[in-house]
Nanobody
Framework: QVQLAESGGGLVQAGGSLRLSCAAS????????MGWFRQAPGKERESVAA????????YYADSVKGRFTISRDNAKNTVYLQMNSLKPEDTAVYYC?????????????????WGQGTQVTVSS
């Protein structure tokens, strides 16, 4: 079993920054992709960003390109999401995801391991 623990959410003013972290523990795969999703009230879950095991390939939703950066530290089994120039529309619960391939993590469907979520609120 794999456990994912997110941290770093909070309340920030528009234009501000936050950095989310997600630490994986337990019996992880030998290599795996990780990513971030978000879900705002009344909206569908949205794939935000994802990264391969080596970090050589990343994915970003159009809505966050140029503002968010995903990175990872495999020695710490941790993935990060640096969020800059935050907007009120970024307000959501952010979830960490882990699975074997980038395509699975980007799609969300079939992802086996999810974190419990961390709230990000951006005030105008």
């Amino acid at each position: 079993q794999v456990q994912l623990a997110e941290s770093g959410g909070g309340l920030v003013q528009a234009g501000g920054s936050l950095r989310l972290s997600c630490a994986a523990s337990g019996r992880t795969y030998s290599s795996y992709a990780m990513g971030w999703f978000r879900q705002a009230p009344g909206k569908e879950r949205e794939s935000v960003a994802a990264i391969t095991w080596t970090g050589g390939t990343t994915y970003y939703a159009d809505s966050v390109k140029g503002r968010f950066t995903i990175s990872r530290d495999n020695a710490k089994n941790t993935v990060y999401l640096q969020m800059n120039s935050l907007k009120p529309e970024d307000t959501a619960v952010y979830y960490c995801a882990l699975d074997r391939t980038l395509s699975t993590v980007v799609a969300g469907t079939g992802v086996v391991y999810w974190g419990q979520g961390t709230q990000v609120t951006v005030s105008s």
